[in-house]
């Protein structure tokens, strides 16, 4: 779900992930530090589908502070936790901290979220942050006014509708103003390496996830953005991807995007992509390849066709030179970044 102003639109925060470990036990080695060292899987919930109309919304739940957990749209095309008022408390004993410092985000979908930057402990699925970092209180859902039926046309009670009560951006960038994933303030390696694979109407996000060399498929380097308390950020949504789709070929900066319900391709040459007739959608049973710039041979091929989620491709020839791979890449492929190196593998 790319973000179409950076974060900081008047978007919040530095995330502090830097704690500290209860030593102890054999060695010096606590529960806590021995835990950290191993991967853990948060379980992923698929809403609507490959092939339904909305197309496939990967969720999982995140808890704040001494809140319930709740579902959130989990988006490889943002940064940090941008979750609505009314699933987090507030009071006395909550473990939350409102700021008066605004926060505004902007969701290429159209719908536009505003609120304060608090902070709190993070919980994702059962892995937890270090300490406090901070996330966006949202108190307020709205659309763009070139997008007026947005999934925030209805406000927040509108998009809670929808089973989800805002979005975790897990994205290797920084949202404006310092707002970042909150996975970079886990302990350990949880923090280090992720990855997502979906399945079906399931998938799994593994923190501390392995690098499965061996199944790799590619490896993407990405350029040092900067820094966030001492964890390195980078550059995701301007990947060095080589798209054809049939006659239509261009090198165009890329993002895997698992908040974009299919596929989109812009620039001079691929927006000369074969499309039906009165649609953007690109011609049923048209070849798509994607290569490295200066690789050797596509990482991927498929053939377009119908099917948002999984095989839909839209040409958006508003846009300038791009490529939003969609969910569809999260299903073909183990999609795993590794914020030490500032890689993304592809395995199967």
């Not at 808890?63 to 943002?78: A, M």
């Given at each position: 779900m790319f973000k179409t102003v950076p974060v900081l639109k008047t978007v919040p925060v530095g995330l502090v992930i830097v704690g500290l470990l209860t030593i102890g036990g054999?060695?010096?080695?606590?529960?806590?530090?021995?835990?950290?060292?191993?991967?853990?899987?948060?379980?992923?919930t698929v809403m609507g589908g490959q092939g339904t109309s909305q197309g496939a919304r990967p969720t999982v739940e995140v808890?704040?502070?001494?809140?319930?957990?709740?579902?959130?749209?989990?988006?490889?095309?943002?940064s940090g936790l941008h979750i609505f008022n009314t699933a987090v408390n507030t009071g006395t004993g909550s473990g939350v901290t409102l700021t008066s410092q605004p926060s505004n985000i902007t969701?290429?979908?159209?719908?536009?979220?505003?609120?304060?930057?608090?902070?709190?402990?993070?919980?994702?699925?059962?892995?937890?942050?270090?300490?406090?970092?901070?996330?966006?209180?949202?108190?307020?859902?709205?659309?763009?006014?070139?997008?007026p039926t947005c999934p925030a046309s209805g406000g927040i009670p509108g998009f809670?509708?929808?089973?989800?009560?805002?979005?975790?951006?897990?994205?290797?960038?920084?949202?404006?103003?310092?707002?970042?994933?909150?996975?970079?303030?886990?302990h350990g390696v949880l923090g280090k390496k992720w990855s997502l694979h979906l399945s079906g109407t399931t998938g799994v996000l593994t923190l501390g996830a392995h690098l499965h060399v061996?199944?790799?498929?590619?490896?993407?380097?990405?350029?040092?953005?900067?820094?966030?308390?001492?964890?390195a950020l980078w550059e995701d949504s301007r990947l060095p991807l080589c798209v054809s789709v049939g006659p239509a070929s261009e090198c165009v900066p890329g993002l895997?995007?698992?908040?974009?319900?299919?596929?989109?391709?812009?620039?001079?040459?691929?927006?000369?992509?074969?499309?039906?007739?009165?649609?953007?959608?690109v011609e049923a049973g048209t070849p798509v390849a994607?290569?490295?710039?200066?690789?050797?041979?596509?990482?991927?091929?498929?053939?377009?066709?119908?099917?948002?989620?999984?095989?839909?491709l839209t040409v958006k020839t508003d846009r300038g030179p791009f490529v939003n791979t969609g969910v569809q890449a999260f299903y073909d492929f183990t999609i795993t970044y590794d914020d030490t190196s500032g890689q993304i593998l592809l395995s199967r």
């Open positions: 054999v060695g010096g080695t606590s529960a806590a530090s021995a835990t950290a060292r191993l991967p853990a899987t948060v379980p992923v808890r704040v502070g001494n809140s319930n957990p709740v579902p959130v749209l989990l988006d490889t095309g943002s969701y290429s979908g159209g719908h536009r979220f505003t609120g304060v930057v608090a902070n709190a402990v993070i919980t994702i699925g059962s892995s937890a942050t270090q300490m406090p970092v901070p996330f966006a209180y949202v108190e307020q859902a709205s659309c763009i006014a070139s997008k809670e509708q929808s089973g989800a009560y805002g979005i975790l951006g897990i994205g290797t960038q920084s949202s404006g103003g310092g707002i970042v994933s909150p996975i970079l303030g886990m061996r199944r790799s498929i590619t490896t993407i380097q990405m350029t040092q953005t900067g820094s966030s308390a001492g964890e895997f995007d698992s908040g974009t319900y299919t596929m989109q391709i812009s620039g001079p040459a691929l927006d000369q992509a074969p499309t039906t007739p009165g649609t953007d959608h994607v290569a490295l710039s200066g690789g050797a041979a596509p990482f991927w091929t498929f053939a377009a066709g119908t099917t948002k989620s999984e095989d839909l």
